[in-house]
């Protein structure tokens, strides 16, 4: 493990944006990491959604050691405790799921890494802060909506949530959660759109992410 725990969720709560990217070719991924990394993003989401995705994990972590030393690369989409600890043996330094699995807690807290599962209920949240999870997903977001996360807080103020699903890079979507009290957001397809990725337009990728780091800064002045 490159990064302890703390170092994990202080770097989330800090850039309060988690890039969420997936690509079957680790030359294109590994362009979007640097991008996002330029930008100021300090902790990177892969998803495990393709064939031979933890090859291009694999790939991914070495060149992030070399190219973006402060870069935090975790894996997403991890329903289950065999894969989990895969991808931790590859470098993962935080799992993210779109579930809550019990068995994923385990194989984490015995790495201390961090686990942020997905949950769509308070009572979901609960069971996960129970089993050691830090940092709860609430998934999907543009479902469960800011009036959730909000409605959450008031009797468990000490909860640490990621809303991924609906977060856009715009100042009104992002006030709207921050305001409601998240941590931090995750962020796919809107942080890259797929024209940018067609053209490599790397640059443009890194001004998004510097935009709405920036605007995350503002809004919780």
Not at 137 to 149: C, M, Q
Not at 183 to 197: D, K, Y
Not at 207 to 216: E, G, M, N, T
Request: include cysteine; charged fraction near 20%.
């Amino acid at each position: 493990m490159k990064f302890n725990k703390i170092q994990v969720l202080t770097a989330m709560s800090e850039t309060g944006i988690i890039p969420v990217f997936y690509h079957k070719d680790g030359e294109v991924a590994k362009n979007v990491l640097k991008a996002c990394y330029q930008g100021g993003v300090r902790a990177f989401e892969f998803t495990n959604r393709g064939d031979f995705a933890q090859e291009v994990f694999a790939g991914l972590v070495k060149y992030a050691q070399v190219e973006c030393p402060e870069m935090i690369v975790g894996i997403g989409s991890i329903v289950d405790a065999p894969t989990a600890a895969m991808y931790i043996q590859l470098g993962a330094n935080f799992v993210v799921g779109p579930l809550f699995n019990p068995e994923v807690a385990k194989v984490c807290n015995r790495r201390l890494v961090p686990y942020a599962p997905g949950c769509g209920s308070v009572t979901e949240v609960g069971f996960a802060q129970e089993a050691g999870c830090d940092v709860c997903k609430v998934f999907p977001g543009d479902v469960l909506g800011t009036g959730f996360v909000k409605g959450l807080k008031a009797p468990m103020p000490w909860s640490m949530l990621m809303v991924t699903g609906g977060v856009k890079p715009e100042e009104t979507n992002l006030k709207g959660w921050f305001d409601a009290g998240v941590t931090c957001v995750g962020m796919g397809s809107n942080l890259f759109p797929a024209e940018m990725i067609k053209t490599g337009d790397w640059a443009g990728i890194t001004k998004l992410c510097s935009d709405a780091i920036a605007i995350v800064k503002r809004i919780k002045k």
